[in-house]
């Protein structure tokens, strides 16, 4: 049984190693919320706010899930009782969407159940592998930049490599990547950059055989989606437009994608991702990973998620030292040869940097039950 005790927030802002430029927003420092979770054992969880400060990626913002989480979520599961981390999607229903809010608390819970239980947070949820993949993003810029950062990452022993694409940023950069990288696994990502109308535009990157092309359409659609995916080799992969298990379920069949990313923070928690991934697995439609310039407390729960059986791609779980001069947890996350090991320890697996947080915290709240 877990009986929240406390629960506390940090807002804290870094500077990213370096901006994080996409066809419709460019992130240099990064606010998140991290989540303290206390049950009444003693035994603390932690999570993560994944929104960014502007609405460029969903509707939420830190701003917003701060004020969901103040005076909605968090005073709920104060008063709760929880025997599995399944119940506390149930008990957060009343309020709508706000699925970054709410899955930074599903996290924590998760945590604490795992820690109870004396297992990893990997175990607790099914996982099946010992390390996982891992790939990288390269965010828009000029040729001679995106080549420089694509090289380094293939030194580095990335599996594959996600390229950010928008009009006009699309057809001629890949085929000088294609040139210089004609066997890389490569995939491209267009953040809803696109309508129909530029049909030929997408169509025209099938000659460079992708692993995917990444919700080239608008964030919410499913319908427009399909009629492309009819029309390319490509396999689409949604991202943006799928928020639940149901949403996963529609776009199945009505054949939107051929792959769907799944990142904890959009879809509500760490319970939702597990439906989504079965789903997925139930129709043989690969999933993987998607990440969102996270800290190490996030990165953690995305590393137990990908050890499910159906994450048969590199996700975005990178280094830490890809984003950060000193991440929030200990030991930082490290690849090597391309892999990331999946913690054995109860929980996440990672310690909490206790005293780097207080020194990035812009802002702290506690609430008692």
């Given amino acids: 049984m877990i009986k929240v005790k406390k629960v ?35 035994v603390v969880g932690w999570g993560e706010v994944v929104a960014f400060s502007s609405p460029w990626y969903t509707e939420e913002t830190i701003k917003t899930c701060w004020h969901m989480l103040e005076d909605y979520l968090v005073p709920n599961i104060l008063k709760e ?10 008990s957060l229903q009343f309020v709508k969407r706000n699925h970054m809010a709410k899955a930074s608390l599903d996290m924590a819970i998760w945590d604490i159940y795992s820690k109870k239980q004396g297992i990893s947070l990997s175990k607790a949820l099914g996982g099946t592998r010992d390390h996982i993949d891992s790939g990288v993003v390269v965010s828009i810029d000029s040729i001679d930049q995106v080549l420089h950062k694509m090289k380094e990452h293939v030194k580095s022993g990335y599996k594959r490599i996600k390229i950010k694409i928008k009009p006009g940023e699309d057809y001629d950069l890949l085929k000088q990547i294609r040139q210089e990288f ?28 992708l692993m995917m092309i990444e919700q080239p359409l608008a964030e919410d659609d ?23 298990a149901e949403d996963a379920r529609k776009a199945i069949e009505m054949g939107s994608c051929r792959v769907i990313n799944i990142k904890i923070g959009r879809v509500g928690g760490i ?16 999933v993987w990973c998607g990440g969102m310039l996270e800290t190490g407390i996030s990165r953690s729960h995305n590393i137990a998620l990908a050890s499910l059986p159906n994450f048969t791609m590199p996700g975005d779980i990178s280094a830490s030292s890809r984003y950060w001069t000193k991440d929030v947890i200990i030991p930082e996350v490290m690849v090597e040869n391309g892999c990331i090991a999946v913690p054995d320890r109860p929980g996440i697996g990672f310690q909490v940097d206790r005293e780097w947080i207080h020194q990035i915290t812009k802002q702290k709240k506690v609430f008692r039950a």
């Fill in 81 to 90: 009782e929880y025997d599995h981390p399944e119940q506390l999607r149930k």
């Fill in 222 to 244: 499913i319908f427009d989606h399909a009629k492309l995916q009819r029309e390319l080799s490509t396999p689409i992969c949604l991202d943006e437009s799928i928020t639940s």
């Fill in 182 to 209: 004609p066997t890389l696994p490569l995939m491209v990502d267009a953040n809803s950059a696109y309508t129909l109308k530029d049909f030929d535009k997408l169509q025209a990157l099938d000659e460079f055989e």
């Fill in 8 to 42: 506390t927030l940090h807002l804290i802002e870094q500077n990213l190693l370096s901006p994080f430029v996409t066809g419709i927003g460019k992130v240099d420092r990064r606010e998140s919320i991290l989540v303290e979770v206390e049950e009444v054992d003693g």
């Fill in 271 to 286: 319970t939702e991702a597990i439906r989504i991934h079965d789903i997925c697995q139930s129709h043989d439609i690969p």
